[in-house]
């Protein structure tokens, strides 16, 4: 490995501290480790709250290891040379951090290695010291006392002279060996646990007593979990899916958004834990009431489309955690959606954040789907997301037009049916996440145990959806139906 790089293709934002891309480096697989790697230590992950840590197994040999709010970046070292590529693919060399690294793994005479660390904020541990502060600073320093103040975190040793590290205790024996007496660069703060209760006092210490963003526990055979206090958040059901055979009629999840301050509701996570069978069923019994039209479609896992109902009622939920970055270091985009009182109409997707371990608590009647009640600040407060207070109806996309739309009723004793079937074109086929078409079912007879029912197709091209709609109104308009003008 030779971290060999094009210094022409680099921006030097103070002293020895540069910036590049990857396609600068002689090596641009680098981008692709970093990514990779990060990708599979987020899904070893297990996710716990601070109340399930019992969950964690008993044994001895855990590492807890304190979780910094910061940038993460794989450190390559190839015996001259230390960098770091981060998983968006910005490279970086010269940080007062990386040049004490460097300094300290020569003396060690380590030949090559590839870490895992945080770059964060050294001193303040609490939730003002937020990974937004040290993206600011990595982006355009004002001085070098702004630099000095960014500490190297060492958590992992993914490679060690072209070879991987097999066990937690060795990682720790040459981080300390290397890293121990070093002032920016150090090993990741951790604690040796031999028993839940130790993880328990430390998490206790650190997170609550000091405003550390969590913990993470590593052991050999366990793994690895992530521990951290739960969030809380108000939000605006904007949909729901009910569930098949025995569980029909029941709620199986909820599509709830967070409101932007212009008014457009951000979708931000599906739901599906947390209910009693009775919240199942008074829950689906309300939403269905609030039904309404959507040039949106989304779907639930398993790929049942949601029936869109009109923003409200608001519920509170809670979250293990919320990233604003994938593991390709790009942001989490989720699709903006106008609510004109009537129906929603699609805007475009925008950064917000994927959260983790979502679960109802409990119906929120004392607010309402407004800008207060459920903001998109609750999230921006947390975790760093980009462009949050920017208005989403500058990118508005074209309306969508209705190109057919027929309506049959029917009588039954007594009661009236009603059978309504739309085509529209969405206007929004330049963007991948539209289709062209849509052809659209209501089905509502009153006499059936789920009054109102609904089938949705998509096309990409006029004459499919065209045909698409012929079948379905063959199927549906006969036997009785007549044509309402």
Known sequence: MKLDYEKSKFSCKHGDYCIGKVNALADPSLHARTQEYKRRLSGAMKPLSGQDISRVPKGKG?????KYDGEFALVAFDGKNLLSVNPGGTVRVGLPGFIEAEKLLKKAKVK???????????GDTSKIN???????????????AQLDKLGVAVFDIIELDGKPIETAAKVFEYLKRWFGKGELVHPAEHVIANKVDTIMEVFTEWVIGEGSEGVVVRHDQAGYYKIKIRHNLDVAIIGFSEGTDERKGMLHDLLVAVMRSDGTLHELVRVGGGFSDEDRRIIADELRRRVVPSDYVAVNNDYVAYEMTAPGPVIEISCLDMISESSKGGPVNRMVLDWDGKRYSALSRMPLVSVISPQYVRMRDDKEANTEDVNIGQVSDLVDVPDFDQPAREKE?????????????????????????LLWKTNKEASPDFPGYVVYLTDFSPNRQNPLERDIKVSNTEAAARKLFSKMAEKNFIGGWEKVS
């Not at 855990?62 to 304190?66: A, L, S």
């Not at 090559?112 to 050294?122: F, M, N, R, V």
């Open 112 to 122: 090559s290695c590839l870490l895992g660390a945080e770059l964060y904020l050294t």
């Open 397 to 421: 996309a074209p309306a969508s037009a209705i190109l057919e739309r027929q309506v049959y009723t029917k009588t039954m004793r007594g009661n009236r049916m009603v059978r309504k079937l």
């Open 62 to 66: 855990f590492y807890v290891t304190r």
């Open 130 to 144: 937020r990974v937004s502060n040290v993206v600011g600073i990595l982006r355009s320093p004002s001085s070098k």
